[in-house]
């Protein structure tokens, strides 16, 4: 039988930290979260390699070192409150929620939204609130936020969601409208109507769906 622990601790070794994920508390909170809860049935011998996996309504589950590389570029840390926009199987939110002070995530599907919960409430994850809706609207009841982190890739960085930065937050989202790679940004709020833009690269993720996102009817394609 296939020992996921140890692939668990091989997975933050081999394909975290060999590669560049140096924040302690992420790579932690990664040898702690178990990953084969969140992953599809009959996906739970594919955990730990570094590749995202189909789960239900047409989504996926970004791969690990995705997942790590987004809390490290959104700097998430102690104390911090962290907003989510797309839950998804609720992964990324359970190791955020292992380094934070609060999570607030957003899914607009509704049965992945209350899967999620019930997999942080397996877990006694107390520290997670799960919203259903539209996230490119953000939670402006719950901010400022410390950082944000999108799951998903819009035509650009919602105005909601950089509002509800506090000044020196931070919002990571993949932007662009090409299907097969988008751009990873950072946005980071520097005062009262001020922002400064990081680019980290290409990424590949699904359509944001929203207000401030992509229309469901214009949606870029997928392949």
């Known amino acids: 039988m296939l020992d996921l622990s140890r692939e668990r601790r091989r997975m933050v070794d081999v394909h975290l930290s060999r ?47 995705i997942v790590a590389f987004m809390l490290e570029m ?17 992964y990324a939110a359970a190791v955020m929620s292992r380094i934070v002070d609060h999570v607030y995530t957003i899914e607009r599907h509704a049965p992945l939204a209350e899967d999620a919960r019930r997999r942080f409430q ?50 990571v989202i993949p932007v662009g409208d090409d299907p097969d790679e988008q751009r990873l940004l950072k946005v980071t709020r520097t005062g009262a109507s001020t922002y400064s833009e990081e680019d980290f690269g290409g990424v590949r ?11 469901e009817e214009s949606r870029p394609a997928t392949v």
């Open 19 to 65: 590669r560049g994920i140096h924040d302690r508390e992420i790579l932690a909170a990664m040898r702690e979260v178990p990953r084969e809860v969140f992953v599809g049935p009959g996906y739970e011998e594919f955990a730990y390699e570094d590749g995202p996996l189909p789960i239900a309504e047409g989504q996926t589950i970004s791969q690990p070192y």
């Open 122 to 171: 397996r877990l006694g994850y107390g520290n997670i609130e799960v919203r259903i809706g539209d996230g490119t609207k953000g939670w402006p009841e719950a901010a400022p936020f410390d950082a944000i982190v999108v799951a998903a890739s819009g035509p650009g960085a919602p105005l909601a969601l950089q509002q509800q930065l506090d000044v020196g937050g931070r919002l």
């Open 74 to 90: 959104a700097e998430v840390g102690p104390g911090d409150q962290v907003l989510e926009v797309g839950t998804g199987s609720g």
């Open 205 to 215: 993720f699904v359509p944001l769906i929203g207000e401030q996102g992509w229309r």
